[in-house]
Nanobody, 124 residues
Framework: QVQLVESGGGLVQAGDSLRLSCAAS????????MGWFRQAPGKEREFVAR????????YYADSVKGRFTISRDNAKNTVWMQMTSLKPEDTAVYYC?????????????????WGQGTQVTVSS
């Protein structure tokens, strides 16, 4: 069992930056790949970014590539997502999730553990 708690969301203006954190507790954090997903109002939850267990491999949705950076520190049981050049269309509830599978897993069905989400609102 892995418990995940996100933080760092808020209200920012377009072009601003924000860093989300996801603190994990429970079973060995380093054994899981971690992902960030988001859900905008009226839309389905979508994949944003993923990082493998060691942090040496990352993968991003095209919509955030070059603007968002996912990272992790297994000693701190934490994964982050640095978001820059934020746009109004980035407004959503952001969730972190843990997956025991390796590879470029973007399908949320393969993530077994989820946080409660943190709201990011980007004003124009």
């Amino acid at each position: 069992q892995v418990q995940l708690v996100e933080s760092g969301g808020g209200l920012v203006q377009a072009g601003d930056s924000l860093r989300l954190s996801c603190a994990a507790s429970g079973r060995a954090f380093s054994g899981y790949a971690m992902g960030w997903f988001r859900q905008a109002p009226g839309k389905e939850r979508e994949f944003v970014a993923r990082i493998n267990w060691s942090g040496g491999n990352t993968y991003y949705a095209d919509s955030v590539k070059g603007r968002f950076t996912i990272s992790r520190d297994n000693a701190k049981n934490t994964v982050w997502m640095q978001m820059t050049s934020l746009k109004p269309e980035d407004t959503a509830v952001y969730y972190c999730a843990a997956s025991s599978l390796s590879g470029y897993i973007t399908d949320q069905r393969w993530y077994g553990y989820w946080g409660q989400g943190t709201q990011v609102t980007v004003s124009s």
